[in-house]
Structures are given as structure tokens and as C-alpha cells.
């Protein structure tokens, strides 16, 4: 696994990944929680990218049209639910808006990673690790396992959507298979009783 010069020092950076509603967030709360490690979040650099009067904001109006804000917000926000619905259901539309995030969640990434030099470790939560190739700003790789169907039924409850919406969204992404290739440690979260907890202990 390559790594950027600039990161070539003994500090640790957790990239910590999984499929969508395997329980990444669970084990970076408690991490945040428990631990005194700064943690670096994909999906919130996501968030604030395309706020309004932003760049990306501006881009993403542009393609999506007026109709991707959120008639209720009281900033003319995007509209998140309706734009995932989008991306998910449309490769092309899909393809589009991970070209200009990626590469600028990365960025940003690397600039936090910057600001905590003297931090021996980091946990960058990254949802998409593989599929956006953010594998070479990690020292490291801790990918979360979960049973398909218990990653199904999570996604149907938090997103409050159907079994086939939920299958098709999670065939976007790589298998919880390929991925194991390419992890350095596996934590195991298909059930209730947080298995996952000692092992985290025992690494930081």
C-alpha cells in the first residue's frame, strides 16, 4: 500500500470503511467517545461542500437544476435524500457528482491530517475508501463486517426504504469480499454484542 511522501512519519491513519449501514459510525462515536483521536469524517466534508454559496453548491444546481433544492430549507439548501436518490438510481448522474467531490474531499482530508501532525493517530471515516481510492492517505486499513442481511435491514430502518431499493444501493459498492484483500484488520459487527469493542482496545 503506497503512501504519499508527505505522510511518511509514524503517525497512524485509520482509514476506517465498510458497506453503507454496516456500523462505521457506531465504532467511530465510540472512538470519539472513548478515545482521544481526532476524527476526520468523508461524509461531513461531503455535506459542507455543497452548501449554499459554495463552488461545488453552484455546480451541483447547474447540473441538477433548480429542483434539487429543498423547498423547505430556509437557505435553498440542496436537497440531500432527493440528490442520493438520484446518484443511486443514475451511474451517469452518479459519476458526475463523485468526480467533483472526491477529489476534494481528499484534499481536505489531507489538509486535516496536516493540522495534526503531532498526533500519533488519526481515524479518517471513509465510507467510499476503495471505491474513491483514498487507500495511499492511510497507514492503515479497518474495515467493518456486517452480514447482508443485517446491512439490509439497517439501511430499510435508517433510510426508510424498500428491500429492493436497499439491495440495489448496495450492489453499487464493492463486496464486503474484495475489500478484505485490501484490510489490515476486520471488525466484526453483525450482531449486538460489539465483539468489535476489545479488538478496538487492544489497537489504540
Known amino acids: 500500500m503506497s503512501i504519499q511522501p508527505k505522510f511518511k512519519n509514524k503517525q497512524r491513519r485509520i482509514g476506517l470503511t465498510g458497506g453503507i449501514a454496516s456500523g462505521k459510525s457506531t465504532i467511530a462515536n465510540y472512538i470519539k467517545k472513548y478515545k ?11 455535506k459542507e461542500l455543497i452548501k449554499p454559496k459554495s463552488n461545488c453548491y453552484e455546480k451541483v444546481l447547474a447540473y441538477f437544476g433548480p429542483e434539487i433544492i429543498d423547498e423547505y430549507s430556509s437557505g435553498n439548501e440542496i436537497n440531500r435524500p432527493l440528490l442520493k436518490k438520484i446518484i443511486f438510481e443514475n451511474s451517469i448522474h452518479r459519476t458526475w457528482i463523485q468526480n467533483l467531490l472526491h477529489p476534494l474531499i481528499k484534499e481536505k482530508m489531507i489538509e486535516e491530517c496536516n493540522l495534526y501532525i503531532n498526533n500519533k493517530i488519526i481515524l479518517l471515516v471513509i465510507p467510499l475508501l476503495f471505491e474513491a481510492k483514498f487507500e495511499d492517505i492511510c497507514t492503515e486499513i479497518w474495515l467493518v463486517k456486517c452480514s447482508k442481511l443485517e446491512q ?10 424498500s428491500e429492493e431499493t436497499a439491495r440495489n444501493i448496495i450492489k453499487l459498492q464493492l463486496t464486503f ?3 478484505t484483500e485490501f484490510s489490515d484488520v476486520i471488525l466484526d459487527n453483525s450482531d449486538d454484542r460489539n465483539e468489535w469493542i476489545d479488538k478496538v482496545k487492544d489497537l489504540i
Do not use: F, M
Open 36 to 46: 482521544d483521536i481526532p476524527i476526520l469524517d468523508a461524509d461531513q466534508y461531503s
Open 152 to 161: 439490509i435491514q439497517r439501511l430499510i430502518r435508517r433510510d426508510k426504504i
Open 177 to 179: 469480499e474484495a475489500k
